[in-house]
């Protein structure tokens, strides 16, 4: 079992920043990746950046660039630096931690930009 907990959403105006946290506890060591989804009202949920085991780092298109996955040396924490933030990056953001058959899902925090 794995428990994530995000922090850090909020409202901001377009071109700032926001860190998102993503406290993770239980077995840790199972986790083949981690990952930060979205979900936009309307919208289905999307990947926005992911982090392996070995930690190489991948991102969607649309926040290259701007946002920055990391984690620190325990893995207990996963972050989420999102810089020159843009109205449609308004979303719901999830922290996911993938072990092979099961997701596990973090409850969301709110990101909202305003222009």
């Known amino acids: 079992q794995v428990q994530l907990v995000e922090s850090g959403g909020g409202l901001v105006q377009a071109g700032g920043s926001l860190r998102l946290s993503c406290s993770v506890s239980?077995?840790?060591?199972?986790?083949?990746?981690m990952r930060w989804y979205r979900q936009a009202p309307g919208k289905q949920r999307e990947l926005v950046a992911g982090i392996s085991s070995g930690g190489s780092a991948n991102y969607a298109d649309s926040v290259k660039g701007r946002f920055t996955i990391s984690r620190n040396n325990a893995k207990t924490t996963v972050y989420l630096q999102m810089n020159s933030l843009k109205p449609e990056d308004t979303a719901v953001y999830y922290c996911?931690?993938?072990?092979?058959?099961?997701?596990?899902w973090g409850q969301g925090a709110q990101v909202t930009v305003s222009s």
């Open positions: 996911n931690a993938w072990v092979p058959v099961t997701n596990y």
């Open positions: 239980g077995s840790i060591f199972s986790i083949n990746a």
